[in-house]
């Protein structure tokens, strides 16, 4: 089945630093890799969907200065969490529809100190 | 956007028991799909079901479009099965539903 790998699994960094999520997939092409956040003991919510050669579309809410998107090929995105804070600390996740369901990286959890 | 209910949000089962998890939507949708959530984060995907009913091991799921909701079914629970799980939808972008704590207690 498709497979997406998401890196790092955990993070801990300091506030005001930057931290880069990737999301690659490995055995196809995703034109298309959307990012949800999760807090805790809540749902997904859809942050942005990005675009492979095209600038990404972010759900309301959502600062575009603050989580920049790059999907530079075909099989990776990235997402990189600017200036972070401790109210950014949140389960971080990506996801791509392979045209019969969408599948998911394994997520990333992000904790700002 | 679609609104996603999920029913009950918390059970507790004692292993070996079944027991049926329902997820609402609020529009028609083009796909369904179930996700059980490991403590780790991870989502597994369980079952894409726009409609119809499918079933995989002890782990079954009933979609009915038309009255827009879906049913889990799940059966002879594990301590594996806790968790949590989701129902989510495709309308114009996938909607996560509120989702169902599972606790399997041996």
């Known amino acids: 089945g498709a497979v997406v790998s998401q890196h790092p699994s955990w993070v801990i960094c300091k506030s005001g630093t930057s931290v880069k999520i990737e999301c690659r997939s490995l055995?196809?092409?995703?034109?298309?890799m959307f990012w949800y956040r999760q807090f805790p003991k809540q749902s997904l919510m859809l942050m942005a969907t990005?675009?492979?050669?095209?600038?990404?579309?972010?759900e309301q809410g959502v600062e575009k200065d603050k989580f920049l998107i790059n999907h530079a090929s075909l099989t990776l995105s990235t997402l990189t969490v600017t200036s972070a804070h401790p109210e950014d600390s949140s389960f971080y996740i990506c996801?791509?529809?392979?045209?019969?369901?969408?599948?998911f990286g394994s997520g990333t959890r992000l904790t700002v100190v | 956007g679609i609104q996603v209910e999920q029913s009950p949000p918390d059970l507790i089962l004692q292993e070996g028991a079944n027991s049926t998890l329902r997820c609402n939507f609020s529009?028609?949708?083009?796909?369904l799909q179930w996700f059980h959530q490991n403590p780790w984060g991870q989502l597994i995907n369980l079952f894409y079901?726009?409609?119809g009913t499918k079933q995989n091991g002890r782990l079954s799921a009933t979609t009915v479009a038309t009255e827009r909701y879906s049913l889990l079914y799940i059966s002879s629970s594990q301590t594996t099965d806790s968790g949590v799980y989701f129902c989510a939808v495709v309308g114009n972008q996938f909607y996560f539903g509120t989702g169902t704590s599972l606790t399997v207690i041996p």
């Open positions: 055995d196809f092409q995703a034109t298309t």
């Open positions: 529009d028609s949708v083009n796909n």
């Open positions: 990005s675009n492979e050669g095209s600038k990404a579309t972010y």
């Open positions: 079901i726009p409609s």
């Open positions: 996801s791509t529809d392979r045209g019969y369901g969408y599948t």
